[in-house]
């Protein structure tokens, strides 16, 4: 046996690399040239989370990290609450946020069994699974020199990781911090939305493990819809400020891919208000940076024109 | 009102325990990552517009006068070729995978102004590099065994320089301030103010070398456009301060922000005004260009630190 596995390991597979210092210099050079043919295009999928079911088990999470096969953070306290990730990172493409909202009267009151409060109750937890917003028209993608960020045939954001250079452009644009360079590799990573998976017809490893369906996975219109649906259900059902983050384009952001269903305001899950696309300032700043060098050398070629004789 | 909401449903805002300061939660977080750029970025931003201002410097003065600045240019062009292969190599370093840097090169994204700086840069480097090559060949022309006019070869590669250089001077502000940065990304001048501030530096750097060489003529030229320049320059950093005034009142008290202000307009322009105003000898022009680049790379690194100051977003989401 130990001799078959040996003769396997010394065969010269198709996607090894090039043997040799001077082959691999030259794969090194013209592999990042080379193009495959664009799988054709599928119907565009992504995620909706209704935090208001999220119970934050972090199975997500869990599932997330061994599906993808990325390290654990380690055991640490964040002091914030139950959240031990902290944040999204290269190696933590899902993260489970907790909120707790309650008044400081709250565990005193809630001491006595027999008591019964006179004022409605707010105090509350809000438990969101946070990841990529798969962006339609998503700032990484547009900031990425190299072309190795791409939005795949599932129309979701997808970092091509033999690609990547580690330039950082995408981190500095995200609006929502998902991108985050690894200390290890110098590359750049976040969530596919288990592209793999997808390709073999499966869903993503968060939503197959998530136990109470907070995070759906489907075609985006019919996410849309089921998501819209519940949002009216919510409100009938007295839960007035559920809305929908990130559903709909707005007049600075694009629609996103995976997007969320929250009954606060977003700041306090982590999400700006009112996201913007950076890209909306580029032509003004080109035009004011050529403007200042114009200026500049009008001003040069006017004094040596002037005082050359 | 609230992100991508529909008004109807975004309009609900939620009752809170104890009102809205005391939501809790991910509020008082920053929301965007800071990208690995540090230091080296601020050295970047003044070597690129020491090479790129330097080449436009030389290459307008001699196409406008050649008599008087063709020997000058001929120093300069090399000198900032040298000053572009530096500028390069803290580029690449700075990559996470310095090896790959060549990716760049695989797409051409005219919506990225990291890409546009990479081919812009990539395609000035090769008339950089001819001019300054025929620029030593004709000053080598008598040891040359045979006699080869390098004069009209010299001048169409300093021309076809002229665009890419342009080019590589103005992507990086742009570069700087589209992102979510906080700070950068409300800087909307950054790209007029270090378009601007690399012909002033060009001008400094071939003032001095002009000096050094004795040029006379062509050093009192370029001593009333530094001057000019210098004074010009104080309209797009003024603009660029007014962008991001607000960004550093949150950062610092009013006394320090004073203080800094003082000390880059101080620093980085009254007193190499006042040099090369008092006396246009050599060691007078050399201290005015250093202290301008003392003061160009401050306000670079002041700018460039900004993300990196954790209780900014905080404070500004408080504002």
Same mark, same amino acid.
Request: a neutral charge; aromatic letters at 10%.
């Given at each position: 046996?130990?001799?078959?596995?040996?003769?396997?390991?010394?065969?010269?597979?198709?996607?090894?690399?090039?043997?040799?210092?001077?082959?691999?210099?030259?794969?090194?050079?013209?592999?990042?040239?080379?193009?495959?043919?664009?799988?054709?295009?599928?119907?565009?999928?992504?995620?909706?989370? %209704?935090?208001?079911?999220?119970?934050?088990?972090?199975?997500?999470?869990?599932?997330?990290?061994?599906?993808?096969?990325?390290?654990?953070?380690?055991?640490?306290?964040?002091?914030?609450?139950?959240?031990?990730?902290?944040?999204?990172?290269?190696?933590?493409?899902?993260?489970?946020?907790?909120?707790?909202?309650?008044?400081?009267?709250?565990?005193?009151?809630?001491?006595?069994?027999?008591?019964?409060?006179?004022?409605?109750?707010?105090?509350?937890?809000?438990?969101?699974?946070?990841?990529?917003?798969?962006?339609?028209?998503?700032?990484?993608?547009?900031?990425?020199?190299?072309?190795?960020?791409?939005?795949?045939?599932?129309?979701?954001?997808?970092?091509?990781?033999?690609?990547?250079?580690?330039?950082?452009?995408?981190?500095?644009?995200?609006?929502?911090?998902?991108?985050?360079?690894?200390?290890?590799?110098?590359?750049?990573?976040?969530?596919?939305?288990?592209? %793999?998976?997808?390709?073999?017809?499966?869903?993503?490893?968060? /939503?197959?493990?998530? #136990?109470?369906?907070?995070?759906?996975?489907?075609?985006? %219109?019919?996410?849309?819809?089921?998501?819209?649906?519940?949002?009216?259900?919510?409100?009938?059902?007295?839960?007035?400020?559920?809305?929908?983050?990130?559903?709909?384009?707005?007049?600075?952001?694009?629609?996103?891919?995976?997007?969320?269903?929250?009954? %606060?305001?977003?700041?306090?899950?982590?999400?700006?208000?009112? *996201?913007?696309?950076?890209?909306?300032?580029?032509?003004?700043?080109? /035009?004011?940076?050529?403007?200042?060098?114009?200026?500049?050398?009008?001003?040069?070629?006017?004094?040596?024109?002037?005082?050359?004789? | 009102?609230?992100?991508?909401?529909?008004?109807?449903?975004?309009?609900?805002? !939620?009752?809170?325990?104890?009102?809205?300061?005391?939501?809790?939660?991910?509020?008082?977080? !920053?929301?965007?990552?800071?990208?690995?750029?540090?230091?080296? =970025?601020?050295?970047?931003?003044?070597?690129?517009?020491?090479?790129?201002?330097?080449?436009?410097?030389?290459?307008?003065?001699?196409?406008? /006068?050649?008599?008087?600045?063709?020997?000058?240019?001929?120093?300069?062009?090399? &000198?900032?070729?040298?000053?572009?292969?530096?500028?390069?190599?803290?580029? &690449?370093?700075?990559?996470?995978?310095?090896?790959?840097?060549?990716?760049?090169?695989?797409?051409?994204? *005219?919506?990225?102004?990291?890409?546009?700086?990479?081919?812009?840069?990539?395609?000035?480097?090769?008339?950089?590099?001819?001019?300054?090559?025929?620029?030593?060949?004709?000053?080598?022309? *008598?040891?040359?065994?045979?006699? =080869?006019?390098?004069?009209? #070869?010299?001048?169409?590669? &300093?021309?076809?320089?002229?665009? #890419?250089?342009?080019?590589?001077?103005?992507?990086?502000?742009?570069?700087?301030?589209?992102?979510?940065?906080?700070?950068?990304?409300?800087?909307?001048?950054?790209?007029?103010?270090?378009?601007?501030?690399?012909?002033?530096?060009?001008?400094?750097?071939?003032?001095?070398?002009?000096?050094?060489?004795?040029?006379?003529?062509?050093?009192?030229?370029?001593?009333?456009?530094?001057?000019?320049?210098?004074?010009?320059?104080?309209?797009?950093?003024?603009?660029?301060?007014?962008?991001?005034? #607000?960004?550093?009142?949150?950062?610092?008290?009013?006394?320090?922000?004073?203080?800094?202000?003082?000390?880059?307009?101080?620093?980085?322009?009254?007193?190499?005004?006042?040099?090369?105003?008092?006396?246009?000898?050599?060691?007078?022009?050399?201290?005015?260009?250093?202290?301008?680049?003392?003061?160009?790379?401050?306000?670079?690194?002041?700018?460039?630190?900004?993300?990196?100051?954790?209780?900014?977003?905080?404070?500004?989401?408080?504002?």
């Amino acid at each position: 046996m130990a001799s078959r596995e040996r003769h396997l390991s010394g065969l010269l597979q198709t996607s090894d690399p090039p043997r040799g210092l001077i082959s691999e210099v030259v794969h090194r050079l013209i592999y990042p040239f080379q193009r495959g043919e664009a799988p054709k295009p599928q119907t565009p999928t992504g995620f909706y989370t %209704d935090t208001t079911i999220c119970i934050g088990c972090k199975a997500c999470e869990v599932a997330c990290k061994q599906w993808n096969q990325l390290p654990a953070d380690g055991f640490n306290w964040s002091g914030n609450s139950y959240d031990n990730t902290a944040e999204l990172s290269a190696t933590t493409w899902r993260h489970v946020k907790f909120v707790e909202q309650f008044s400081d009267a709250w565990s005193s009151d809630r001491a006595s069994l027999d008591f019964a409060p006179d004022v409605p109750d707010h105090n509350r937890w809000l438990m969101m699974s946070d990841h990529c917003k798969h962006c339609l028209a998503a700032p990484c993608h547009q900031a990425c020199p190299t072309g190795a960020i791409i939005h795949n045939e599932f129309e979701n954001v997808y970092i091509q990781a033999d690609i990547c250079n580690g330039c950082s452009c995408c981190v500095a644009s995200c609006p929502f911090g998902v991108i985050t360079r690894d200390n290890v590799g110098g590359h750049s990573h976040k969530c596919t939305l288990c592209y %793999d998976r997808q390709r073999d017809g499966l869903e993503p490893a968060c /939503a197959k493990a998530c #136990p109470t369906q907070s995070i759906h996975f489907g075609p985006i %219109d019919e996410l849309r819809e089921q998501a819209r649906q519940r949002v009216e259900e919510l409100h009938r059902r007295g839960v007035t400020q559920a809305y929908l983050y990130g559903d709909a384009p707005s007049q600075t952001y694009s629609e996103m891919h995976s997007f969320y269903l929250l009954v %606060d305001r977003p700041s306090v899950y982590g999400l700006p208000d009112n *996201p913007f696309n950076p890209w909306l300032h580029m032509m003004g700043d080109y /035009a004011r940076s050529i403007a200042g060098g114009v200026v500049a050398i009008a001003a040069l070629l006017v004094v040596v024109l002037l005082l050359r004789s | 009102m609230y992100g991508n909401s529909t008004p109807q449903q975004a309009l609900a805002k !939620p009752p809170l325990p104890g009102g809205e300061k005391d939501s809790g939660g991910y509020a008082n977080l !920053p929301f965007t990552k800071v990208p690995g750029w540090y230091g080296t =970025i601020a050295w970047d931003a003044l070597l690129n517009g020491m090479a790129t201002g330097l080449f436009m410097a030389a290459a307008f003065s001699e196409l406008a /006068a050649p008599a008087i600045f063709t020997p000058v240019a001929k120093v300069a062009y090399p &000198v900032a070729l040298v000053l572009l292969l530096v500028d390069l190599g803290l580029l &690449v370093s700075d990559l996470g995978d310095p090896l790959r840097f060549h990716h760049m090169l695989r797409v051409f994204k *005219p919506r990225s102004p990291m890409s546009v700086g990479t081919w812009c840069l990539t395609i000035f480097s090769l008339p950089l590099t001819a001019a300054a090559a025929l620029s030593l060949l004709a000053e080598m022309g *008598p040891l040359l065994p045979i006699k =080869i006019d390098f004069e009209w #070869p010299r001048i169409l590669a &300093v021309i076809a320089g002229l665009l #890419p250089a342009f080019g590589s001077a103005a992507y990086k502000g742009v570069l700087l301030s589209t992102n979510a940065q906080p700070g950068w990304k409300d800087a909307r001048w950054m790209g007029g103010y270090l378009t601007n501030s690399a012909l002033l530096i060009g001008c400094g750097e071939l003032l001095v070398l002009s000096a050094l060489m004795g040029r006379t003529q062509a050093a009192a030229i370029l001593r009333i456009a530094f001057i000019v320049l210098l004074i010009l320059n104080l309209i797009p950093l003024g603009l660029l301060f007014s962008d991001l005034q #607000p960004t550093h009142a949150r950062l610092y008290t009013r006394k320090q922000e004073w203080r800094a202000g003082v000390l880059i307009f101080a620093g980085g322009t009254l007193i190499p005004l006042a040099l090369t105003l008092f006396n246009g000898g050599l060691l007078f022009l050399f201290a005015s260009v250093i202290f301008l680049l003392l003061g160009s790379w401050v306000i670079r690194f002041v700018y460039v630190k900004i993300p990196h100051t954790a209780p900014l977003e905080i404070r500004s989401r408080v504002v």
